[in-house]
């Protein structure tokens, strides 16, 4: 279980530059989730979060039940061995095979000659790779060479999975071949997070997502589609000035309204008014 509490993130530097502002929220052991939003609107900041590349600024991220604020250096490796990475330009190793790529991972976490010689048939396998196990990427189309990412981050048998647009590079039929695979991975039990744009097979799969703005969760909806919250600034002056009209009554007002995005588990999230913050946003 992952867990962040009024999480906040700022950079400093020449402009201070706030990415995550007070976020809540809990990542349940075999969810499939979809994180979206506009470029700068965090995801890459919670993301890295998650893999303890970051650490907040204020507010804890827990996982199970850890405070990864205080994880030592020497056991972040071992940590993130538990966390698989698909990127979105595959990043493989290009004079290497099929084989000798998912092979190298394996080796970067440690495994045994023995481990890798009995799971890379099967991954290669499940990834429908075993017959290119001796190309080498150049070799392989686009689709073909997302699925060797996925393979390499699959290696260790990872709790969770966290893929950045894992379908930005793609044409729509291999997207929806991908996004096969992401479910199959999510069936054995696996956690997966997946940042993306892609607005068709948000709508298509619906899922839980998870929707950032300006570094505020401003929907989490099971069963969601992409369908875009927008800033409402007048209308939330509104909701400050009559603070005192019953709880019950505002909160049916603003989900007619749809100033209140539905959320998983029973919980509606309020929109805050625009933040003015200095500077660029920060990239994520």
């Known amino acids: 279980m992952i867990q962040f509490f009024n999480v906040s993130k700022i950079y400093a530097g020449g402009v201070k530059v706030t990415a995550l502002q007070e976020v809540n929220l809990t990542i349940d052991k075999g969810e499939f989730i979809f994180l979206v939003g506009p470029s700068g609107a965090g995801k890459s900041t919670l993301t890295k979060l998650i893999i303890r590349e970051e650490t907040a600024t204020t507010g804890q991220v827990m996982v199970e039940g850890k405070n990864l604020a205080r ?15 698909v990127f979105q330009d595959f990043r493989l190793l290009m004079t290497r095979t099929v084989y000798e790529n998912v092979a190298f991972a394996a080796e970067s976490v440690e495994l045994t000659r023995a481990q890798i010689k009995q799971r890379l048939p099967m991954i290669l396998e499940m990834m429908g790779l075993e017959s290119k196990r001796n190309a080498y990427p150049h070799q392989l189309s686009g689709g073909q060479q997302q699925r060797l990412g996925i393979a390499r981050a699959m290696v260790n048998n990872p709790t969770m999975i966290i893929a950045d647009e894992p379908t930005g590079n793609l044409d729509p039929e291999t997207s929806n071949e991908i996004m096969q695979i992401f479910q199959a991975i999510n069936r054995r039990g696996t956690t997966v997070l997946i940042a993306t744009h892609d607005k068709a097979m948000v709508d298509k799969l619906r899922k839980r997502v998870i929707q950032l703005r300006e570094g505020y969760v401003v929907r989490d909806e099971q069963n969601g589609g992409y369908a875009p919250v927008v800033w ?13 009209v019953d709880e019950t009554e505002t909160t049916a007002s603003r989900i007619v309204t749809g100033r209140t995005a ?10 805050p008014s625009r933040p003015r913050i200095g500077g660029n946003r920060h990239e994520g």
């Open 71 to 85: 994880m030592k250096q020497w056991e972040i490796p071992f940590y993130r061995r538990n966390i698989g990475f």
């Open 232 to 244: 409402d600034d007048k209308a939330n002056e509104t909701d400050a000035a009559a603070a005192d």
């Open 262 to 271: 539905g959320v998983g588990r029973g919980r509606g999230v309020r929109i």
